[in-house]
Every structure is written in C-alpha cells, then in structure tokens.
C-alpha cells in the first residue's frame, strides 16, 4: 500500500463457488470500492472437478490471468476465492477473507502465517471455520456468532442484513486505508510501485 502511481488502487474481488459475484458481501464490496474510487477487478469462474482437485492452483491460475501480472492493494474473497490466501501471503498483498475454507491445510496454513493486514471472518455456526487452525496468526479474525458460510443467520432476514453490514464496514474500513495511502489523484509518477 502507499506505493505512488498514475493508476487508481486495484482492488480484486473473489467469488465463492456457489457464491458470486452478484451475490451481497461481494456486490457492495465492489461498490464500496468504486465508490472510493478503486479499480476493481473481479473475475467470475465455475468450479468444476479439475478446481475441486486443486483449488489452489485453479484459484492462483484465474488471479494471475485476470491481473495481468499486476498485484492488487487489496483481495477482498469469498469462500471459495479465499484459496487465494496462499498467493496474497507469499506476495505481500493485503485481504478481507470472508468465510475461508480453514478446514482445507493451505488456506489454514497460510492464514497462521498472515500478518496483521489480512482479516478473517468466519460464521460461529460455519463447519470450515476453524479459527483454532490458525493459532498464533497475527491476522485479525472474527467470529459472527449464530451466522452459517454465508454469513447469515437461517431464518432471520433482518439479522443477517445486521450482520452482513457489520462485515461491510470492515470491508469499507480496509478500502479506505488502501485508498488514503494511494497518491494517485495528485498524479504523481510511478516510483517502482507494485503495478
């Protein structure tokens, strides 16, 4: 982050597998920020047996083809999209990681490993959110209590609209810190940023 460019920050949005992009975490990520006026590139893709078989690889592979050999300031993913954790860690780039498959070795793995740039929430009634596998992380990870892996509350509409914008308001705060440290605006000259 901070890094001064002539481009706006990228922030890259990751669907589930049964949650995409249109659905509403990722829908007002994107909004929020544009709003804030981010880049945002959002790549949609089906999972089929050869993503299932390696769900790092395929998710690394659909980053890397939609980037463009870009890296963003921030990942804002979901679920499925959270097997990007391993990539984001090894490049140094920040995320929001909403109801990452902790019950899967890597994503676990490298959610232990995270610093305090990355943040994870997870549902207190979701089966893959296992906090504990992620001991000692410096990562900052919430627990929404009585919320499922879609981080809603079964048969409580209103609740779970509650719930979901106490998770945008992480999402925004983490788009906002991306967008203050960029100096874009003031159209500065690229000083060997990330781009």
Known sequence: MGNRTDRPPLVLVLAGSGYGQQAPL????????????CEVVAPGWDVDDRAATDPVGFVE??????????????????????????????????GIWLTPVLTHDDVARSLADAGDEHVAIGGGGDTM??????SG???RLQTVGGADHALQVRG???????????????VERA??????????RRGSAPAGGRR
Do not use: H, M, Y
Request: glycine share 6%.
């Open 61 to 94: 592979a659909a980053v890397a083809d939609a980037l463009g050999g870009r890296l963003p300031d921030l990942v804002v993913a979901k679920s499925f999209g959270c097997f990007a954790l391993p990539w984001a860690v090894r490049n140094g780039v920040a």
């Open 137 to 139: 992380t410096a990562a």
């Open 26 to 37: 990722l829908w007002w990520s994107r909004e929020i920020a544009t709003a804030a006026g």
């Open 156 to 170: 409580d509409w209103r609740r779970s609209q509650r719930l979901q914008t106490d998770v945008l308001d992480v």
């Open 129 to 134: 959110w296992r906090p504990e596998r992620a």
């Open 175 to 184: 788009i906002t810190r991306v967008a203050e440290a960029s100096d874009w």
